[in-house]
């Protein structure tokens, strides 16, 4: 069952176009995700964020921004996409409890990039 | 640094035999570690995952895997595999300190099922 809703399941763009990624989810999580799963499969996060704060953003170029309304949507946007963003992006959430490291994913939104 | 190294990109086996898919970490301490299964098309969802305590975890679908500290290891494993089990599984490890929910995940095997 998802709880985790990601839009659009698949875009395609040019180089040089600016893009966006939504996802919101359901299960009253407090921290959200998104991970660059590239063409090898390799998964690496890129954002997350808890309560409107950015508390974890890895050496991910300038042109990726997450952006967020509240603690249940986060989106992605991508200013001047270049051919190496092609990829699946996922999201996910997580709740803080203790020792509750598991993540909910969305289904993934794929970008090809022309 | 925290890695997951899964050494075998590909693992085939036929319905209804017995599977091991191989995971090892790199951790300062003991870590969480975690088995997740990407099925076509669709995100990540969790198998099982392993906090400090009974080293052999049971996860759903019949999934089990078990924690060696002195291999650091935790590999996966089942009984007798299904068709439907035809997916990419993915061994992910987490810190216990920090609470951060960052995972560093694996590269991924890809489990063919034959008939």
């Known amino acids: 069952e998802t709880a985790v809703f990601q839009t659009p399941n698949y875009h395609v763009t040019q180089v040089g176009n600016e893009v966006s990624f939504n996802c919101k989810q359901t299960l009253g999580h407090d921290t959200m995700y998104w991970y660059k799963q590239d063409s090898k499969k390799l998964l690496k996060i890129m954002f997350s964020?808890?309560?409107?704060?950015?508390?974890v953003n890895e050496t991910v170029p300038r042109r990726f921004s997450p952006q967020s309304s509240d603690k249940a949507h986060l989106n992605l946007r991508i200013k001047s996409v270049e051919p190496e963003d092609s990829a699946v992006y996922l999201c996910?959430?997580?709740?803080?409890?203790?020792?509750?490291?598991?993540?909910?994913f969305g289904h993934g939104t794929k970008l090809s990039v022309l | 640094a925290q890695s997951v190294t899964q050494p075998d990109a590909r693992v085939t086996v036929s319905e209804g035999a017995s599977l091991q898919l191989r995971c090892k970490y790199s951790?300062?301490?003991?870590?969480?570690l975690f088995w997740y299964v990407q099925y076509p098309r669709q995100g990540l969802q969790l198998l099982l995952k392993?906090?400090?305590?009974?080293?052999v975890v049971q996860g759903v679908n019949g999934f089990e895997a078990e924690f060696s500290k002195s291999n650091s290891s935790f590999h996966l494993r089942k009984a007798s595999v299904h068709w439907s089990d035809w997916a990419v599984y993915f061994c992910a490890v987490s810190p216990i300190t920090g609470n951060t929910g960052k995972l560093i995940f694996g590269l991924g095997t890809t489990l063919q099922v034959q008939p």
């Open positions: 392993y906090y400090p305590g009974d080293p």
């Open positions: 964020y808890n309560n409107k704060q950015l508390i």
């Open positions: 996910a959430s997580r709740w803080d409890g203790y020792s509750n490291e598991r993540l909910f």
């Open positions: 951790y300062f301490g003991t870590p969480y």
